[in-house]
């Protein structure tokens, strides 16, 4: 279950990714969007896994603990859902 986890949050960024962007979504390459997507992730993952984050090296999220309340839980699950949605959706 865990190795599944991963892609999932990497795909959670598709509708932010575009909508953060400044740029029309069609208006760069589907390698640039892809990259942008993988990056937003990236950043979503480190900010919600502070303590993993810390272990990579990034000590931006030093000062923070991971949040273990069943209402964090959720609300991760409601974004991995979310993700999960928004890429069967652009099939």
């Known amino acids: 279950m865990r190795l599944?986890?991963?892609?999932?949050?990497?795909?959670?960024?598709?509708?932010?990714?575009?909508?953060?962007?400044?740029?029309?979504?069609?208006?760069?390459?589907?390698?640039?969007?892809?990259?942008?997507?993988?990056?937003?992730?990236?950043?979503?993952?480190l900010e919600n896994h502070p303590t993993w984050a810390s272990q990579l090296g990034d000590l931006r999220y030093n000062d923070r603990w991971p949040d273990v309340s069943l209402a964090a839980i959720e609300k991760r699950n409601a974004h991995a859902q979310e993700v999960y949605k928004c890429s069967a959706s652009r099939k």
């Open 4 to 45: 599944f986890r991963l892609p999932v949050f990497f795909l959670a960024s598709i509708p932010w990714t575009a909508m953060s962007n400044g740029t029309h979504p069609e208006a760069r390459t589907a390698g640039e969007r892809l990259h942008a997507i993988f990056d937003a992730q990236w950043q979503w993952t």
